[in-house]
T-cell receptor, first 114, second 111 residues
Framework: DAGVIQSPRHEVTEMGQEVTLRCKPI?????LFWYRQTMMRGLELLIYFNNNVPIDDSGMPEDRFSAKMPNASFSTLKIQPSEPRDSAVYFC????????????FGNGTRLTVT | GENVEQHPSTLSVQEGDSAVIKCTYS??????FPWYKQELGKRPQLIIDIRSNVGEKKDQRIAVTLNKTAKHFSLHITETQPEDSAVYFCAASQGDYKLSFGAGTTVTVRA
């Protein structure tokens, strides 16, 4: 089991550019989550999917952020246009079933927007 | 929504001593309480979890206790070792997947 795979590991971009983060969950996991981690705000849940369907996107900070899950093995988080305050580590996580199951985190994407 | 508070924010212990981290939660309906360890530059990893029908759980040198009445739970690490140095996060959820995380505790084990 390769675990949750995220790409890229690091992304440096200029303000105003579009950024796309990618995630491959663990095979067989029905739930996929996107988290953002910063020193100021800690770990924040942005959005999560169940069987490729977005269930709760209340944590998405604003319309510049969007997430998709076109199939069970792939998800993207897009920021357009990016701003310096979006700089953070973005983690994708997956879990096999609802409620009370541990999350398996990917290695994260460190995003720097200059 | 759920609000999880974690204390202390930093903890320095001598190798071999015990470390205790405490968390409180606000939603009495919460029933799942995991703890994650995050080493510098790495991903959070589950180290132990407890459900509301259990008061205590142990796994080698780590243990977690839960007091549902007081709405708090704690992580105990005994015989600390340098590799225990990391940031530890508590979290709580009520059966859906909206895990609410504490702010984290940076543990430093002094050799």
């Amino acid at each position: 089991d390769a675990g949750v795979i995220q790409s890229p590991r690091h992304e440096v971009t200029e303000m105003g550019q579009e950024v796309t983060l990618r995630c491959k969950p663990i095979s067989g996991h029905d739930y996929l989550f996107w988290y953002r981690q910063t020193m100021m705000r800690g770990l924040e849940l942005l959005i999560y999917f169940n069987n490729n369907v977005p269930i709760d996107d209340s944590g998405m900070p604003e319309d510049r952020f969007s997430a998709k899950m076109p199939n069970a093995s792939f998800s993207t988080l897009k920021i357009q246009p990016s701003e310096p305050r979006d700089s953070a580590v973005y983690f994708c996580a997956s879990s096999p079933r609802q409620g009370g199951s541990p999350l398996h985190f990917g290695n994260g994407t460190r995003l720097t927007v200059t | 929504g759920e609000n999880v508070e974690q204390h202390p924010s930093t903890l320095s212990v001598q190798e071999g001593d015990s470390a205790v981290i405490k968390c409180t939660y606000s939603d009495s309906a919460s029933n799942y309480f995991p703890w994650y360890k995050q080493e510098l530059g790495k991903r959070p990893q589950l180290i132990i979890d407890i459900r509301s029908n259990v008061g205590e759980k142990k796994d080698q040198r780590i243990a977690v206790t839960l007091n549902k009445t007081a709405k708090h739970f704690s992580l105990h690490i005994t015989e600390t070792q340098p590799e225990d140095s990391a940031v530890y996060f508590c979290a709580a959820s009520q059966g859906d997947y909206k895990l609410s995380f504490g702010a984290g505790t940076t543990v430093t084990v002094r050799a």
